[in-house]
């Protein structure tokens, strides 16, 4: 091979030759991203949308399994929506009455107020704790003394349990009496329901962030609005959207109040969004409550 054809197939590509060869590459990767973002991006959001939606409706699942749950005529909320409460019932029964008429039996009485147990009839369904309550014949909030919620007040239809009672057990005793020394109104079929706490869901800004925050374990409050003293905490969905009408029910909607329906509508960002509602996903969720006390 003659020298001067081995330095030509030795020099390689010039430098002109490579910059060519970038620009058309270049130009070809801008066209194919052309093509190929909008079904990538598309996925994407669909992936962020499944996510949002998945936590919204674990959320609202996890919230409707305790307001099916909640004491007859205790759900409240307040007035933007953005809180409810109610308490939650552990167990309940029927107790033997006067007018049973059962010899040796303990019995609720609403007439001597030293009388601090009553016969539990057929046994509790589930152990109850000391300190747990005992409700008869709850009619909600501003119908005292049948109210729960007046616990702390002079007038009320809820007792503190003194000893704890296995599951099975035919007996329960009471710290006192207030179902005769208040004179609450009997249950007709001779029911109560056993609370283990009030419990409430509330939308609030933590660092500029809005989150839906379940709060269980406190005293029991006259009010909404009112501290929760000794409360735990535990966050059950972030990026939340709006916290104005999360929940509806009670005095401003009457129709779902006597339909005994509470209205769940939770609004989530997806992730990346900006907190314009702009991506935001909203599951609606209707909850039944047992209203008869």
């Known amino acids: 091979m003659s020298p001067a054809l081995r330095q030509r197939r030795a020099r390689g590509f010039t430098l002109v030759e490579a910059i060519v060869v970038i620009v058309i590459i270049g130009i070809l990767g801008a066209i194919v991203a052309v093509f190929i973002r909008a079904p990538i991006q598309g996925y994407a959001d669909s992936v962020a949308r499944a996510e949002a939606s998945d936590e919204a409706d674990l959320a609202l699942r996890r919230m409707a399994r305790e307001i099916r749950l909640a004491l007859p005529n205790s759900v409240r909320v307040n007035d933007d929506g953005s809180a409810i409460e109610f308490m939650l019932t552990k167990t309940g029964g029927r107790y033997l009455a006067v007018e049973d008429a059962v010899p040796d039996k303990p019995v609720l009485d609403f007439v001597d107020a030293a009388k601090t147990e009553f016969t539990v009839v057929g046994g509790l369904q589930a152990a109850v704790e000391q300190d747990e309550y005992v409700v008869v014949y709850n009619l909600g909030p501003g119908m005292a003394p049948s109210d729960a919620y007046g616990f702390n007040g002079a007038s009320r239809n809820i007792a503190r349990v003194s000893e704890r009672a296995e599951a099975g057990a035919t007996l329960l005793k009471l710290r006192d009496n207030p179902f005769a020394r208040d004179d609450p109104m009997p249950s007709p079929g001779r029911r109560f329901q056993v609370v283990a706490t009030p419990v409430t869901f509330a939308c609030e800004n933590r660092n ?86």
């Open 208 to 293: 500029g962030t809005l989150v839906l925050t379940r709060y269980a374990g406190y005293a029991i409050r006259a009010e909404i609005t009112d501290p929760m003293a000794g409360a735990s905490s535990g966050v059950l969905a972030r990026r939340v959207a709006n916290c104005a009408n999360l929940f509806s029910y009670g005095a401003a909607d009457v129709e779902l109040r006597r339909s005994a329906l509470v209205l769940l509508a939770l609004s989530l960002h997806t992730r990346g969004a900006g907190e314009a509602g702009n991506g935001a996903v909203r599951l609606v969720h209707q909850v039944h409550v047992d209203n008869t006390p």
